[in-house]
């Protein structure tokens, strides 16, 4: 594992709980040469429709104050 990797894990597990809470979680699927991050959302997170929300406000903004190298997040949803 590579330290983005490593530093986009740690940023995830900040808001993991909140998510588990719901009945959801995030994966990481890939991050590319060009740092972009693909994430997949998990269990209820991948039905619920405040995902969108979940994902803007929630993710996006976690991992781009943590991990700031990431250009762009995507969700494969």
Known sequence: MDA???KVEQALDTIRPYLEADGGNVE???ITSDKKLKIELMGACK?????HMT???G?????RR???EIIEIISVN
């Not at 039905?47 to 995902?51: D, E, L, P, R």
């Open 28 to 30: 990481i699927i890939e």
């Open 4 to 6: 983005l990797y490593l």
């Open 47 to 51: 039905s619920c429709n405040m995902s």
């Open 59 to 63: 993710i996006e903004e976690t991992i």
């Open 55 to 57: 994902m803007k406000s």
């Open 66 to 68: 943590a991990v700031p």
